[in-house]
């Protein structure tokens, strides 16, 4: 039997399968550390979760998935460091709109991102997007130098500013946010223990069921997806009401 086939089915989900599940894939590091391993190592078995995670996810039918791989803050990094995670990065890029059946598409509003990002990991970003951006299967949403305070930020901005805005009517925030025209976050999963979002996808976030995983990133297989699935399922969303 295969991984794939321990998945519950869409049907047995039912109307509690998520639209839009996000992953907050932490403890590349500690996991290397914990195995004697070098950080590549750790970064690229983190790689290979999230090929595996988004495979798993397309199995089920989801429609759109958002993976943060890095925030706007790790370009603070030793920049050795950087220079390895940016090349992960690239190839998880290239992999994605080899293999995807949607669109690929970058989550990236950190201000820095044009400046201190490589050209050549611009480029492959450039050409993921637009390679993939005629398909209509699950929407696979990359986070690289993403900061959730500037997006919110820059998408209050344009609102305000749009040419046509009526005065009198609610800003329309969620149409310049980077997951514009996506189905709203339903789940928020996050690896190695950690309880906090570290600023990704805060506005999304607001009604999201939020699953916090001890595992590390590299070690997320389908028991633990099963297992958010089932938390998020057991879930009540009243929107207040």
């Known amino acids: 039997m295969t991984t794939t086939e321990l998945l519950p089915t869409p049907a047995v989900l039912g109307n509690t399968l998520p639209r839009h599940i996000a992953f907050i894939a932490d403890g590349n590091r500690r996991w290397a550390k914990a195995r004697g391993a070098t950080v590549e190592e750790g970064y690229r078995a983190g790689a290979a979760a999230v090929h595996r995670t988004l495979a798993h996810c397309r199995a089920l039918g989801i429609e759109a998935v958002s993976v943060f791989l890095m925030s706007d803050r790790n370009f603070d990094r030793n920049p050795d460091e950087v220079a390895v995670l940016v090349d992960v990065i690239a190839n998880i890029v290239d992999t994605e709109a080899a293999a995807s059946t949607g669109p690929v598409r970058i989550l990236s509003s950190g201000p820095?991102?044009?400046?201190?990002?490589?050209?050549?990991l611009l480029e492959t970003i450039a050409r993921a997007e637009r390679k993939t951006a005629h398909r209509t299967g699950m929407t696979v949403c990359l986070g690289i130098g993403y900061d959730g305070h500037d997006e919110i930020r820059r998408a209050f901005y344009q609102a305000a500013t749009a040419p046509d805005r009526d005065e009198r009517a609610r800003?329309?925030?969620?149409?310049?946010?980077?997951?514009?025209?996506?189905?709203?976050l339903d789940l928020v999963v996050r690896t190695s223990g950690e309880r906090r979002?570290?600023?990704?996808?805060?506005?999304?976030?607001?009604d999201a069921t939020l699953h916090f995983d001890d595992c590390m990133w590299p070690d997320y297989d389908t028991a633990a997806l099963v297992e958010a699935l089932a938390v998020h399922s057991t879930q009540t969303r009243t929107h207040g009401r």
Do not use: H, K
């Not at 820095?112 to 050549?120: G, I, K, L, S």
């Open 112 to 120: 820095t991102m044009p400046v201190r990002a490589p050209q050549f």
């Open 171 to 184: 800003l329309p925030v969620d149409e310049y946010l980077t997951t514009s025209g996506l189905p709203g």
């Open 197 to 206: 979002l570290s600023g990704f996808l805060l506005w999304q976030s607001a």
